[in-house]
């Protein structure tokens, strides 16, 4: 101890940077001064730039050199991380924090002298001669795309302990999230592929940004499955950092209470992909290689990419910029609204406003009813399903001027009215749906709605909340997740003259849905609405008791009755025609408690489980024609 102390004092003699030789500049951290003979310059310089910024209670407990000095320099490893990862480094978020808490505490409106309305957008029906073709144009352009998956959530709302990516996106054959992602890019990239005369080497590249909560589970997850049948190079994981937790409103970070040589840390929002993307170098190697579009997607929605060929060819054909995908929205619905924004100034955009947010907004913009249905049972707002489409042209030139950092926000939980101080640590936090914020009035921002039974059916809320949801309001649940996809290729099905029985209502864990015939198929069986129809013939029923999963591509229906259980797997250069009459005892649908621990996880929170009884199993493994007649 003593010969460390000798050789601080010595140090501490030591010039730093030309500046005092006894390091005055860290007086006001004695603690500190005392510890700088163990630092390296590149710590010294951060240690400044800290105490420049008002940090010095962060070195308080700094015992004397000698005592913990590991845990002094991984201290400054975290500062380092810290720093790298912010665009304009720790000094700008420091700063940053700064002025969003001074705004908030004198209760600043972030919408100050805007005034909303309604915005116009193109409106699609599933089937409409408009909406196939967005779907062939989209098809065609998908082999110009690359596609974002922003994961790094750890879906607290859900409190599934797991990635919610790894989680079943339906039981009839258990795919889970990330497969179900990875099989219908690749089932677009094969259908784009045959719009190009001869040989096709498009691999439609996806990016998924992690964070340190789904990083490792997420790689585990795509090689313990050889990437679902993915080239490893096609995918890229962009991991985000956290970011600093702020105590008071000096922006003071604060202290991890489980280790005083760490500071603690928040996820800073999915809005970290653009400043991830940027910093990579991916967007210029996606721009060299002549991509067009990057679309971003989430982490549990297992409707999305029903949606993805129209809008598409909605951006594609409409030239626009920013396209963001949205559905009708309830009012109050725990999704954004899009909304038109006109400053005093003259200023307009088309954006996102949070749910937490539009309320508010519109009864202080005289409605005074603020967020309510109109005479359509919905918002007029339409609701953002934060799928967003942009043009990579365009994103890659806003980008080299932002470097990707998107408009914060910061939403601390006062102890009292007073607002000096907290109930917990707060952050600053932004959305990646906010990229349009800073774009130049030419921007071409539009949307697109589609039906909701179509597109969107997320897995966010646990049982006991999914259950308290006001009546007529979606439950966004595992099993309204699950229920919807029946649901959807039901009614899909209805289109082309399939006598898809009526759904039953059920209640799981709480939650009243309805229960159509459990009908899956896999995208590359079909994609958009004209493959369904090229496959679908005949006269064709499907009784509600019945669960029907397709497999393989070229599966064709003829006059098929089913009231049972029918599997069929087929190779890719198998053609397969399948009628006539299908009966057995199925697979029923059996509820199951939430509190049942001998059910896994991702059963209990859908609260019912698939009850494998009796069924037609058909596999095609190799190629040629085949036609099944019962
Ligand atoms: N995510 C990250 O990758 N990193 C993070 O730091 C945080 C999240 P939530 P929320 O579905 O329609 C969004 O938590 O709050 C990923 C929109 O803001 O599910 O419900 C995470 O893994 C809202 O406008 O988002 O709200 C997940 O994939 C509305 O559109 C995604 O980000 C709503 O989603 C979303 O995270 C919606």
Redesign the pocket.
């Known amino acids: 101890m003593a010969l460390a102390r000798a050789i601080a004092e010595n140090l501490s003699n030591l010039s730093i940077n030309n500046e005092s030789p006894k390091g005055d500049w860290a007086a006001s951290a004695p603690n500190l001064q005392k510890n700088l003979c163990i630092l390296s310059a590149e710590q010294i310089e951060l240690a400044k730039m800290l105490l420049q910024e008002g940090q010095s209670h962060l070195f308080v407990h700094w015992p004397e050199p000698g005592v913990e000095d590991q845990e002094k320099k991984s201290f400054f490893d975290q500062v380092a991380r810290l720093d790298s990862s912010y665009p304009g480094g720790l000094v700008s978020y420091v700063r940053n924090a700064r002025n969003l808490l001074a705004d908030s505490k004198a209760g600043k409106n972030p919408f100050e002298g805007f005034t909303p309305s309604v915005p116009s957008g193109e409106v699609l029906t599933f089937g409409d001669d408009n909406f196939v073709m967005f779907e062939e144009v989209g098809i065609r352009e998908a082999r110009n795309a690359a596609f974002v998956?922003?994961?790094?959530?750890?879906?607290e709302?859900l409190g599934y302990k797991g990635i919610?990516l790894a989680l079943p996106s339906e039981s009839t054959t258990g795919t889970c999230f990330l497969q179900h992602y990875v099989e219908a890019i690749l089932a677009l990239q094969d259908a784009s592929c045959r719009f190009v005369q001869g040989q096709c080497q498009t691999q439609i590249p996806l990016v998924i940004?992690?964070?340190d909560d789904?990083h490792a589970r997420t790689l585990e997850l795509l090689e313990s499955n050889a990437y679902f049948g993915m080239k490893p190079t096609q995918v890229t994981l962009l991991k985000?950092e956290k970011v600093a937790c702020l105590d008071d409103t000096d922006a003071r970070l604060a202290v991890d209470p489980q280790n005083k040589y760490k500071i603690q840390t928040k996820?800073?929002?999915?809005g970290?992909?653009h400043s991830l993307l940027y910093s990579s170098g991916i967007l210029k190697l996606w721009h060299d290689a002549g991509l067009k579009w990057v679309i971003f997607?989430?982490?549990?929605?297992g409707l999305l990419f029903k949606a993805i060929p129209a809008s598409l060819g909605v951006s594609s054909t409409k030239q626009y910029h920013v396209n963001s995908l949205a559905v009708p929205r309830k009012a109050k619905e725990?999704?954004?609204g899009i909304t038109k924004l006109t400053h005093t100034d003259g200023r307009t955009m088309v954006i996102?406003v949070?749910?937490n947010q539009l309320d508010p907004l519109l009864r202080a913009t005289g409605h005074p009813e603020g967020d309510v249905n109109c005479e359509t049972g919905f918002s007029p707002y339409p609701?953002?399903?934060?799928q967003l489409i942009l043009e990579l042209d365009s994103y890659i030139k806003e980008l080299t001027k932002t470097r990707g950092a998107i408009t914060e926000f910061v939403n601390p939980k006062y102890k009292d009215s007073s607002k000096t101080s907290f109930k917990s640590s707060t952050r600053l936090?932004c959305?990646?749906?906010d990229y349009p914020k800073t774009l130049p009035p030419s921007a071409r921002v539009g949307f697109t709605v589609m039906d909701t039974w179509l597109a969107?059916a997320?897995v966010?809320n646990n049982p006991e909340d999914a259950a308290k949801v006001p009546k007529g309001n979606p439950y966004?649940s595992a099993t309204s997740g699950e229920m919807a996809i029946y649901r959807a290729n039901s009614l899909i099905l209805r289109k082309f003259g399939v006598q898809v029985a009526d759904p039953v209502l059920q209640e799981f864990n709480g939650q009243e849905v309805e229960v159509w015939p459990r009908i899956t198929w896999n995208p590359k069986w079909a994609m958009t609405f004209s493959d369904v129809k090229r496959k679908v013939g005949g006269s064709c029923s499907i009784s509600q008791r019945s669960t029907m999963v397709v497999k393989g591509p070229n599966v064709f229906f003829e006059d098929l009755s089913l009231d049972g259980a029918l599997v069929i797997d087929s190779v890719d250069d198998a053609e397969v025609k399948v009628s006539g009459r299908v009966q057995n005892k199925g697979w029923s649908v059996e509820p199951v408690d939430d509190k049942d621990n001998s059910y896994p996880e991702e059963v209990r929170i859908r609260g019912f489980r698939i009850e494998k009884v009796d069924q037609l199993e058909m596999s095609y493994p190799e190629p040629g024609k085949f036609c099944f007649k019962s």
């Open positions: 998956l922003v994961a790094g959530g750890l879906g709302r919610k940004m992690t964070s789904t985000q996820p800073h929002g999915h970290d992909v997607f989430q982490d549990t929605n725990a999704i954004g996102n949070e749910y609701g953002n399903i934060n936090e959305m990646m749906q969107y997320p966010k966004h």
